[in-house]
């Protein structure tokens, strides 16, 4: 993992979410789904309830970090254990299992920014 250059974004408080605030991700959860369907890989599947979103997220192990403006969630990274992926695994490894960033707020930076956050929240506690 290394950081992306870019410039700093103001205005914005990067955080990672507790298990107890798991449920304020799921309007940009189901923006997302949205996203998918509407996308030319079309993933027509019915979204998770939030009941269901939290439920998944503990089982898998997730952390959610997050862009908040003025107490606004708008953009958010899921790290978790279990990936899609067969070449890196291990104790020191996180996928990207899920990211989103609300239109009005593309193009600014934020979410180089909040990958940043991510890295190097992660980076302190030994992941690579």
Same mark, same amino acid.
């Given at each position: 993992? @290394? ?8 205005? &914005?408080?990067? !955080?990672?979410?507790? @298990?107890?605030?798991?449920?304020? +991700? #799921?309007?940009?959860h189901?923006?997302?789904? =949205?996203?998918? =369907? ?6 027509? *599947?019915?979204? @998770?309830? =939030?009941?269901? !979103?939290i439920?998944?997220?503990? =089982?898998?192990?997730?952390? #959610?970090? !997050? /862009?908040?403006?003025?107490?606004? +969630? ?12 067969? /070449?890196?695994?291990?104790?020191? &490894? *996180?996928?990207? *299992?899920? /990211? ?5 707020? *593309?193009?600014?930076?934020l ?9 190097? !929240? ?7």
């Amino acid at each position: 993992m @290394e950081s992306i250059n870019c410039e700093f974004c103001a205005g &914005y408080d990067l !955080v990672e979410l507790s @298990e107890a605030e798991y449920h304020f +991700i #799921y309007l940009l959860h189901l923006a997302l789904y =949205q996203h998918y =369907q509407e996308s030319t890989f079309f993933m027509n *599947r019915e979204p @998770e309830t =939030q009941d269901e !979103v939290i439920v998944s997220s503990m =089982q898998e192990g997730a952390r #959610y970090f !997050v /862009a908040k403006q003025n107490g606004k +969630i708008c953009a958010f990274v899921k790290i978790s254990d279990p990936g899609e992926t067969f /070449a890196a695994m291990g104790e020191t &490894y *996180r996928h990207i *299992r899920g /990211a989103y960033c609300l239109p009005e707020y *593309r193009g600014k930076g934020l979410y180089q920014n909040l990958l940043n956050f991510t890295i190097s !929240v992660l980076k302190r506690e030994g992941y690579i």
